[in-house]
């Protein structure tokens, strides 16, 4: 059966591309695809770059900014069958068009073909977008497009990527690859071919500079993954030695190595750059200047793409926008689950749940919830809660009744909790509702005006306070 893997891979290209690129210009951005190359066709009768840019943004792949950068829902869509990208990116390409009789047209277009209908020339037309994703040949659809229309549920047996390897200097991953673990492995190596990748000093130095030593899990585990076999020991000692560059707040640039800083200076134009010394491994930046010797460093590989606008400095040129972004919106909704998740002491301010999550298709937002899981499981790992071998004491009947007259009157309390896992009891300010008894265990169910959200709490772990602490 034909499978549509040359969009895959072009979407693919242009998702690492707008991952790492730094320029918003079509012309750098084409350059770059270029450079990239595809190996399963060429750039040849596809649309044009602006047709996938404006399909990714529509399936939620991209973000509105200039450049574009890919969303949290790209590694979930990677992950995905290829039946299902590809039913994806053809809802998105039906639901784009502003009008609603062109969106008409589309969503009839697949019925029409699927019943050998004559098409008109306005149906002819759209027929374009589903010959660019492999849908669409020769007046008909492909015979994976019938059946991905026929029947969307079913699945093609496809054989299993095959193991990447180490040819000399360089990492070669089979085609088709695993795009879910490619896309980890491009957070910090760029292909100069279709699936090869350079394994130089050059290369593995702008690797660790983009943090493959420091991410979790970082380039090692992901090599070990692809490989089927932990990689060689040389190749961790090449990485291990290599330096790293950072910019401090100030904009000082720390050197972890004194020789990188020599040998950027051996050249006038870098000597002038980085003049103001302040220690082997420190240089103050010109503030005005700064954006354009960074840039230069990152054109070198000396920089990661990250490290242009640093959080620390502020920016070196300031906000490209004033506006959040829906990719912004689903970061910070990420961030937002997460603190809830940890029971963080910092809550989120009233409604800014529902306020990032307004607007957001359902895909992006349960991968904000999958990213905050996932984080959520790499701080608190699994059980949660430690089995007691005893049963826990039965609260006071003065304190239930304390806090049944509470309900009755629809006051608020002040009491300390002991949340397990935490070191000390910590003050909650509760609106009761419920007291209740599971097994040998009370429970209060009430309104955390702390975490501004309802919240259970086991009253052998619950002290009275006649008075609320002093803040």
């Keep these: 059966m034909e499978l549509p893997d040359l969009s895959i891979e072009l979407i693919f290209s242009l998702l690492c591309v707008c991952r790492h690129i730094d320029s918003s210009s079509p012309q750098a951005l084409r350059r770059a695809m270029y450079r990239r190359g595809l190996y399963f066709g060429t750039f040849e009768n596809l649309p044009r770059f602006s047709f996938w840019i404006h399909l990714c943004k529509n399936a939620m792949l991209l973000s509105e900014e200039l450049p574009p950068r890919p969303t949290l829902f790209v590694p979930d869509w990677l992950a995905m069958p290829i ?21 008409g047209i589309r969503k009839q277009l697949a019925q029409l073909l699927l019943a050998g209908s004559e098409l008109s020339p306005a149906y002819q037309k759209e027929t ?90 970082g380039l090692i585990p992901i090599l070990e993954t692809g ?112 603190a809830e998740g940890l029971n963080l002491p910092i809550s989120p301010p009233l409604g800014l749940l529902a306020k990032l999550a307004a607007g957001m298709e359902t895909p992006l937002r349960a991968s904000a919830a999958r990213r905050a899981y996932r984080a959520i499981k790499h701080v608190v790992p699994h059980p949660y809660w430690i089995p007691e071998e005893e049963a826990p004491p039965i609260p006071e009947p003065e304190l239930i009744a304390r806090i049944e007259r509470a309900i009755e009157k629809e006051q608020s309390i002040d009491v300390l909790y002991q949340a397990l896992g935490r070191a000390t009891p910590e003050h909650r300010c509760l609106s009761p509702l419920v007291v209740e008894q599971r097994g040998l265990r009370f429970y209060l169910i009430a309104y955390c005006h702390t975490r501004r959200a309802n919240r259970t709490f086991r009253l052998d772990r619950l002290q009275w306070l006649d008075e609320p602490p002093l803040s």
């Excluded at 039946?83 to 502003?98: D, G, S």
């Excluded at 180490?166 to 990492?171: N, T, V």
């Excluded at 492995?185 to 660790?208: H, N, T």
């Excluded at 200076?265 to 010394?277: E, G, H, K, N, V």
């Design 83 to 103: 039946e299902e990208q590809i039913m994806h990116l053809a809802e998105a390409w039906i639901n784009a068009p502003v009008a609603s009789g062109l969106r």
């Design 227 to 338: 490989l089927g076999e932990p990689p060689p020991p040389m190749l961790i000692q090449k990485m291990e030695g290599q330096p790293v560059l950072k910019l401090l707040p100030g904009f000082v640039l720390e050197f972890s190595s004194p020789k990188e800083l020599t040998t950027l200076r051996a050249t006038p134009s870098m000597r002038r750059d980085l003049a103001r010394i302040l220690s082997p491994r420190h240089v103050h930046l010109d503030p005005w200047q700064a954006g354009q010797v960074l840039r230069r460093l990152q054109r070198r590989g000396l920089l990661a793409e990250k490290d242009l606008f640093p959080p620390a400095c502020g920016g070196i040129e300031g906000s490209r926008s004033a506006n959040l972004t829906l990719a912004d919106r689903a970061y910070l909704l990420s961030i937002v689950l997460t």
């Design 128 to 217: 374009a977008g589903l010959q660019a994703l492999g849908l669409y040949a020769h007046d008909d659809l492909t015979s994976f497009g019938h059946a991905l229309f026929t029947n969307p549920s079913a699945r093609t047996a496809r054989t299993p990527p095959r193991a990447w390897q180490f040819l000399g200097d360089e990492l070669h991953v089979p085609y088709p690859p695993d795009w879910s673990l490619l896309w980890e492995l491009e957070a910090y190596l760029d292909p100069f071919d279709p699936g090869i990748y350079s394994l130089s000093e050059k290369d593995l130095r702008l690797a660790v500079q983009r943090g493959a030593l420091d991410d979790k899990p």
